[in-house]
């Protein structure tokens, strides 16, 4: 049962609510501006915090205090910043700011999925311009069966891990799902429960808004283009645009110079036809002509700005085993894409530790997989701040890691890190990081169950004159370039493998999808991944039987208990002395026996040299029963001597009554001293 309230804290906010589920509780306010913002776009801002005290825990850093954002909470504030960002008046550029509080977490039931519905809400009962409600569910596939907003337990066991914004009338805003290899049908099956679900959420914050008698208020200034500017654009421009976008030869930079060396004369002729134009609309006309042009092209005359056909893939090409010393490399191009993949083995203790505060608020585990996604300015030609990651390049990340997770053996012996490193981009780089990491797994001699491929659709849409949220006419691109992600209606993208999906997230920019639309959008990615699928085969098409030689190793030591003490050490000296000579880290499975893992096979047989050092006398002498040795006295004692039959040894009693057929009372009657060597 989902409760949706307001009215009680936070009443100073433009809108402030409370969703609960369980004893899961989430605050979530919004505030905008009613002075316009200097940006010309829309600032929206959303962070989602998790409060320590909310999961009944202390922060474990030195101030004790929430410092920073982890990433799971960059992650879940894209998720809402996603599911609400379509749905604002186009040109409402004032600053606004979604901020969710946990309350208080139960550890069952998820506050992420709370947190949408609660923005959701707090918009709704403001009076800040939104054309919402929204409705978000989270829906999982326990043995076939899908669950709504399943709590951890459930998740735990669940192929599926589906969360979904649905608008009014059915309609799809926000898709972000990662899936054990789900069959299409199944997954189209759980996206339309999820919706139908969406839809009494919806109402409820419907009626909640009409009970509170909410109004909206009117903002001062609406940002667009004036329709005189636009027009004249229209006869000014139209041709040479016209022609741009329907010369193929062109590339990513060449088109881009092309369209700017028109716009740059387009706008002066602008300043001196409408001196008193503000620069934002004399820019904005031209985009919008622009837009038309190239939105046009796709919808009447089914073309695409680099000639391709609307379902086509940009060439591809793959390479692996690029360098020698890396545990596993590969070099996946799509078109302008380009994605450098590099696969690397540590330590199972270098797996991430989520911090306790996430692991009581969300549920995350140790992560002995992970995906680091990179885009550096130079990837689109640009010049910029390196150092430090973003949040793009996290939620990239992100998708791509879910892309590849469930093919990832679960039992590895290792700890991996994939890194993907876009060195050109032109759309779809995280698509193209899923294909990138595959192969370099591959290329590595992980064990994977199957190769993994993803890309992006995007849509071109025509709305209904009479209702602008109906659509009217639409057209689904394979494979979007940069800029029909830019100028397009939305950005889909779909990973999986040749028998299912792994990883889909929709960022959709107008006010909803019809469900119909995402079906198609899943078939044709579908389509298309099995197709980059063949592609890869080519180039790797199984995973290599051994990992490189310069690889890691993992061993396993036997200790005899008895030699335990001296192989650790006084206070653990002898094992930090080998970690530190030889690189190898060490730890402890059982009794007996120790886990040593080596960066390379060099660094094991040091290792192990100096175990077998430590451990001589595992090779125990065998001692045969009623056989004379001869024996080292190493000291004396009132009662007897302690001899030692070989140097390493350790000593032993022989009692005054075994030295000599005459009983003495001390071994010095017999003139025994140390170092001395008798026959026993």
Not at 119 to 135: F, N, Q, V
Not at 371 to 383: G, K, V
Request: charged share 25%; with cysteine.
């Amino acid at each position: 049962k989902l409760e949706i309230s307001s009215g009680r804290f936070a009443r100073f906010a433009d809108g402030s609510a409370v969703v609960q589920l369980g004893e899961t509780s989430v605050m979530v306010t919004a505030v905008s501006k009613t002075k316009p913002s200097p940006s010309q776009f829309m600032p929206l801002v959303v962070d989602y915090r998790q409060k320590a005290a909310a999961a009944g825990r202390i922060p474990t850093n030195y101030l004790r205090r929430e410092l920073g954002t982890t990433d799971n909470e960059i992650l879940t504030s894209r998720l809402i910043d996603r599911s609400i960002r379509p749905l604002f008046p186009p040109g409402y550029f004032y600053d606004t700011q979604i901020l969710c509080n946990l309350l208080a977490v139960d550890g069952v039931n998820d506050p992420d999925v709370l947190a949408i519905n609660a923005a959701s809400a707090a918009l709704a009962l403001s009076d800040i311009p939104w054309h919402g409600p929204i409705g978000a569910v989270r829906v999982g596939m326990v043995d076939s069966e899908l669950l709504i907003n399943p709590t951890r337990a459930e998740m735990a066991s669940s192929s599926l891990n589906l969360i979904v914004a649905g608008a009014p009338s059915s309609q799809v805003v926000m898709i972000e799902a990662s899936a054990e290899n789900v069959l299409q049908q199944d997954f189209c099956h759980a996206v339309k429960v999820g919706v139908k679900h969406t839809q009494q959420i919806i109402h409820a914050i419907q009626q909640l808004a009409r009970e509170q008698k909410v109004t909206k208020r009117t903002p001062v200034k609406v940002f667009s283009a004036p329709t005189d500017m636009v027009e004249h654009v229209r006869q000014l421009a139209s041709e040479k645009i016209y022609l741009v976008f329907t010369d193929s030869t062109h590339d990513k930079i060449s088109r881009d110079e092309a369209i700017n060396k028109v716009r740059l004369e387009t706008e002066e002729d602008l300043k001196e036809k409408f001196p008193q134009a503000e620069q934002f609309e004399v820019i904005e006309s031209f985009n919008t002509v622009s837009k038309e042009i190239f939105r046009n092209l796709v919808l009447n005359e089914y073309k695409r700005c680099d000639g391709r056909e609307l379902t086509a893939l940009r060439n591809i090409s793959c390479d692996v085993d690029l360098f020698k010393p890396l545990h596993g490399s590969a070099l996946f191009q799509r078109g302008q894409t380009q994605v450098l993949s590099s696969v690397t083995f540590d330590s199972l203790e270098s797996s991430i530790k989520a911090d306790i505060i996430t692991t009581a608020l969300s549920g995350i585990k140790d992560k002995n997989f992970m995906l680091h996604y990179e885009f550096p300015p130079y990837a689109t030609n640009e010049i910029g701040k390196m150092g430090g990651i973003n949040r793009r390049e996290l939620g990239h990340g992100a998708l791509a890691e879910k892309a590849l997770r469930p093919v990832i053996p679960k039992d590895f012996p290792f700890t991996i890190r994939v890194t993907a490193e876009v060195l050109e981009s032109n759309g779809s780089s995280s698509m193209a990081s899923a294909c990138g990491g595959s192969l370099a797994l591959m290329d590595a001699g992980v064990p994977i169950s199957s190769a993994v491929a993803g890309v992006a659709i995007g849509l071109i849409s025509k709305a209904n004159p009479e209702k602008p949220a109906e659509i009217q006419d639409y057209r689904l691109l394979t494979d979007i370039l940069g800029i029909e992600d830019y100028l397009g209606d939305m950005d889909f993208k779909l990973a999986g493998t040749n028998k299912g999906i792994t990883a889909l997230q929709a960022d959709v920019k107008i006010p909803g999808l019809p469900l119909k639309v995402v079906m198609e959008a899943i078939q044709q990615a579908t389509v298309a991944k099995k197709e980059i699928l063949g592609i890869m085969n080519k180039c790797i098409a199984k995973p290599r039987e051994t990992r490189k030689e310069n690889g890691p190793v993992v061993e396993n030591v036997r200790v005899p208990v008895s030699r335990r003490a001296r192989f650790v050490g006084p206070g653990g000296y002898n094992l930090r002395r080998l970690q530190a000579q030889t690189g190898v880290t060490i730890s402890q499975v059982d009794e007996e026996t120790f886990s040593v893992f080596a960066p390379t096979p060099g660094a094991m047989n040091e290792a192990q040299d100096f175990i077998s050092d430590i451990c001589k006398d595992d090779q125990e002498q065998q001692l045969e029963f009623g056989a004379i040795y001869t024996a080292t006295i190493t000291e004396i004692r009132d009662i007897g001597v302690m001899v030692k039959l070989y140097p390493n040894m350790s000593a032993v009693l022989l009692h005054n009554s075994q030295l000599d057929h005459k009983r003495i009372k001390h071994p010095s009657a017999l003139g025994l001293e140390v170092g001395q060597q008798i026959q026993v």
